[in-house]
């Protein structure tokens, strides 16, 4: 993700944001004024953010003071102006107590705020640090404006207030939130790093004119929908302003591809990568750790396998062991931007004239895949894909709808290759995957279960008939080496071979096991249902679409019609020995071994799922067999019956 979260306490506003990360993430000299240690530290002053400054006496822009920063964020929660209020309240005869009170926001606590740090993929802060003044503009015009934009979505769909018996009952913020807004230009390991952090208070006023506080869970479930957002928004303007395209490029196999500016080399990106390789390097130990621990009974510690959420608490782990230590000598941009650009030249093995004309590649490489890939949407089989990827990679196969909006986001990035698209294309596919593909077994007990977000869902096909992942290899011996095939005996180390030398026994990623199942139900689409009230499913334009120019095939010959003309129907979409030559270089996640053979095994499994599914619906939904299902709206998420799938429109409105 580019968008990460993480609670603000009182404490922490003085112990680590005031000393430090208000001046971008160096040590800031006692006693030094604010803003006098962020301009020796060459950051930009902190800007005000959102729609409710106005209730608080600030404008957007305005630049963020300490002792504001003290009082929203380091004082439990108080009025920005709380020590202006007090002295006046004093001042006209009031006790200390009531004038203290005057500047509260409501009731102090603890939770003061959360900090969300938004930075751009690696291949547009690489243009951002080594392209020329006009590109680095331009992309900080759009980082700005992405951020403002995801903080309108969090004000409208996502921020809440509890009130009432345990917090049972929410309401929007209606005059918005208050957020500060701090520009960073380097990583720790003093790459180039181009991110901000947004101090967003949990302070929001109700309808009635008092003070509540942000229910911060609703924030962190929606982060990955926010970070969706963010990213296809950044992509958008920056390719539209700059003439560039996105490629899907895997980084890790069986994991979710990244979208990154098509022609910005690969190696410039691993040069970047310092703390990266540090953090894999150490994950690669604690894993080998976690699997050989053994008790005081000489039994396994801890699983036989990395599971990957074990996987991820390791990583934050190696994350913590291998921080750096802070800058302590600041430099001005222009001086940063010179030594990153001398230092790719030197070791990052990319030629200098790449690195000088690193635009112009990355246009001439937009140029291409503007040329072959059409921005093709079809939003019913966009709904079959995001339902698919979101039931597999969820445990049990059950979800909510956030979980489909974030998916249907990275979706319409990967097909849209940097184009903008209309506004409330995403709630279209995500009202479309509900009403289609989706079965709802919410069973509320309380009020928060009735809301539309909370409620429920499934897939209606089985997650048993879907690809299984292989079976994870048994335990590990500490004196064994381990099973190069699952239920194989343990072969003993060979001479001289020490622990930690053998591929450490992992269960296979989901996302593998996604692309399969929405491969599944396309290509039950395209064999029996052409069309769909009226309307023919293009469904080879829509998989171009969701490809890379090196991935399309054309119609292959027929020996016995060589001299007809070739009709404009039905092609091929899939380049089979182009997928798995793009499997090796590790360039898209589209490039997986799927044969003819393997999709029609796949396709009679799904079949006989969808007959199984049909004979179990009836405790899920309750509506007479005569009556024709229609189309989910956002904010009306109930349970439908099963239907084709066909295009649906959802809300016209934007975020």
Request: some cysteine.
């Amino acid at each position: 993700m580019t968008v990460d979260i993480r609670v603000i306490r009182a404490g922490q506003m003085y112990r680590y944001y005031l000393r430090q990360t208000v001046v971008g993430d160096g040590r800031r000299p006692a006693r030094m004024p604010l803003r006098a240690a962020q301009e020796q530290a060459g950051v930009p002053a902190g800007r005000w953010m959102g729609r409710g400054l106005a209730v608080l006496g600030l404008a957007p822009g305005e630049d963020v003071t300490e002792a504001q920063l003290r009082n929203l964020f380091g004082e439990r929660g108080r009025h920005p102006y709380a020590d202006r209020i007090e002295a006046a309240r004093l001042a006209a005869g009031d006790c200390p107590k009531k004038a203290f009170k005057a500047g509260a926001l409501g009731r102090r606590v603890t939770v003061t705020g959360v900090d969300f740090v938004f930075r751009p993929q690696p291949s547009i802060y690489l243009l951002w640090a080594l392209g020329d003044e006009e590109t680095r503009l331009v992309i900080e015009a759009a980082h700005e404006r992405a951020i403002v934009r995801v903080l309108e979505w969090i004000e409208d769909e996502v921020a809440v207030i509890r009130y009432g018996t345990d917090g049972i009952y929410r309401v929007r913020p209606p005059g918005g939130l208050v957020a500060a807004r701090f520009r960073h230009y380097e990583a720790r390991s003093g790459m180039p790093l181009l991110h901000d952090h947004l101090l967003l208070s949990v302070k929001g006023q109700r309808l009635d004119g008092t003070w509540g506080s942000i229910h911060t869970t609703a924030l962190y479930e929606n982060t990955v929908a926010a970070s969706a957002l963010y990213n296809e928004l950044v992509a958008a303007e920056v390719c539209e302003e700059l003439g560039l395209a996105t490629e899907p490029r895997t980084v890790t196999p069986g994991r979710r591809p990244v979208m990154e500016i098509a022609g910005v080399p690969h190696e410039l990106i691993r040069w970047t990568a310092l703390r990266s390789d540090q953090i894999a390097t150490c994950l690669a130990e604690l894993e080998h750790e976690y699997v050989t621990a053994l008790d005081d009974h000489g039994d396994p510690k801890f699983l036989p396998v990395v599971s990957e959420r074990a996987r991820a608490k390791l990583e934050r782990i190696a994350a913590r062991k291998t921080r750096p230590p802070k800058k302590e000598k600041a430099r001005s941009l222009a001086q940063l931007r010179a030594d990153w650009k001398q230092s790719a030249i030197l070791t990052s093995g990319v030629a200098a004239s790449v690195i000088n004309s690193l635009l112009e590649y990355a246009r001439a490489a937009a140029a291409v895949i503007r040329a072959r890939v059409a921005a093709v949407v079809d939003v019913a089989l966009a709904a079959v894909d995001v339902a698919a990827t979101v039931f597999v990679m969820n445990e049990g196969g059950r979800f909510h709808r956030r979980h489909l909006l974030a998916e249907a986001r990275r979706h319409l990035a990967l097909v849209l290759r940097g184009r903008r698209r209309e506004p409330g294309l995403d709630d279209q596919v995500v009202a479309a995957a509900i009403s289609a593909h989706c079965l709802d077994i919410s069973e509320p007990k309380t009020v928060r279960g009735l809301e539309a977000g909370y409620r429920l869902y499934t897939a209606r096909w089985a997650l048993s008939d879907l690809p299984a992942p292989r079976r994870p290899p048994a335990a590990p011996d500490p004196d064994r080496h381990p099973p190069a095939v699952p239920g194989e005996p343990p072969a003993s180390w060979p001479p001289g071979q020490d622990a930690g030398e053998w591929e450490v026994p992992r269960i296979p990623l989901q996302y593998d096991r996604a692309v399969l199942a929405g491969a599944v139900v396309r290509e039950q689409l395209r064999t029996t249902a052409t069309v769909v009230r009226g309307r023919a499913y293009d469904v080879v334009a829509h998989q171009q679409a969701a490809m890379p120019e090196q991935l399309l095939a054309p119609e292959p010959a027929d020996a016995e019609h060589d001299d007809q003309e070739q009709k404009s129907g039905r092609r091929e979409a899939l380049d089979l020995a182009a997928l798995r030559a793009l499997r090796d270089s590790r360039t898209d996640v589209e490039a997986l071994d799927l044969t003819a053979e393997r999709l029609r095994h796949l396709q009679d499994a799904f079949t006989a799922a969808a007959d199984r599914a049909h004979t179990t619906m009836g405790r899920f939904t309750h509506r007479d067999d005569a009556e024709v299902p229609h189309p989910a709206h956002g904010d009306d998420q109930q349970a439908h019956r099963a239907q084709e799938p066909g295009p649906h429109r959802g809300r016209e409105t934007g975020h």
